[in-house]
């Protein structure tokens, strides 16, 4: 489904970008992890080149944060590839104190979290976008989460030992939202925005919080990683051409 694309993964050596880069390379597409995690980068890229040799898999740093970093990634890719058919913005960038509950999240932690995470987001859809306007073409999925359309069920929380921080909410939603005003400005130039709203990807959660989790979902509970693909790469194909603006939900039910 992706055959002659060339599809950059932010955040693409971490848990959902891993899977995700497996998912273009099993559809014939050029997969580009692009990771601040260098190091974790280059060790999958090495891993997936034997796992699927004759694919195009390649590993370039990016700090989402940084407009050079943004910059060299697409004049990079560009020149290498001659053309990029899209990008997946899934980075997870957060500072050493998120995940804090509410009353101890300083407004300075507040505004750092959504400034990485957010702001790095607004910063490759803006620098993308600008690129695939002068290509001529150009396909962005961003990833958001259920927690951008419903408010977090605390209750699953309370003795998980974690929490869903405000930060995840506020930056949710302004993703889907965010989403919606790209496709509506570039009107015209033949550039898509999508997102894919995730429900919780199980990672080794306790069995306690898999249960309490699985109790608002429908059928499988926790979702896995690889149960994102089939809305990915529907949503990098040209099966999707006339979805624009659209926030995929996939959940198993859980946000209903
Ligand atoms: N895991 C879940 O349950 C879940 C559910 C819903 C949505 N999501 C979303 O999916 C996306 C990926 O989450 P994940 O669970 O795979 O996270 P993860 O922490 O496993 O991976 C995130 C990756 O982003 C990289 N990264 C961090 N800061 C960066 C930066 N400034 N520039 C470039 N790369 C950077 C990290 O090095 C890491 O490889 C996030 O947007 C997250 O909010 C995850």
Request: glycine share 10%; proline share 2%.
């Amino acid at each position: 489904m992706l055959k002659a694309k060339v599809i950059l993964v932010t955040g693409g050596a971490g848990l959902l970008g891993r899977s995700f880069i497996e998912a273009i390379l099993d559809n014939h597409g050029t997969a580009v992890i692009a990771d601040v995690n260098q190091e974790a980068g280059l060790a999958l890229k090495e891993e997936l080149s034997k796992k699927y040799p004759g694919k195009r898999v390649a590993a370039l740093p990016l700090d989402i944060c940084s407009l050079e970093s943004v910059g060299d990634l697409i004049r990079g890719t560009s020149s290498r590839y001659g053309r990029i058919d899209a990008v997946v913005n899934n980075a997870y960038p957060r500072n050493e104190r998120y995940g804090a509950e509410l009353e101890q999240v300083t407004l300075a932690d507040f505004n750092q979290n959504v400034a990485l995470h957010l702001g790095g987001y607004f910063q490759v859809m803006q620098q993308f976008s600008m690129f695939f306007r002068k290509q001529g073409f150009g396909n962005v999925v961003n990833i958001a989460s259920v927690y951008g359309i419903i408010a977090p069920r605390f209750e699953i929380y309370r003795k998980a030992g974690f929490t869903m921080p405000v930060e995840y909410a506020a930056i949710k939603a302004a993703v889907i939202h965010l989403t919606r005003y790209f496709a509506t400005y570039y009107k015209g130039s033949n550039i898509r925005f999508n997102c894919i709203s995730p429900g919780g990807v199980f990672n080794d959660h306790n069995e306690e919080f898999r249960e309490a989790y699985s109790r608002y979902a429908l059928n499988k509970g926790m979702i896995e990683d690889s149960d994102l693909n089939g809305a990915l790469v529907f949503l990098l194909s040209d099966g999707s051409s006339c979805i624009n603006g659209y926030n995929l939900v996939v959940d198993d039910g859980f946000s209903l």
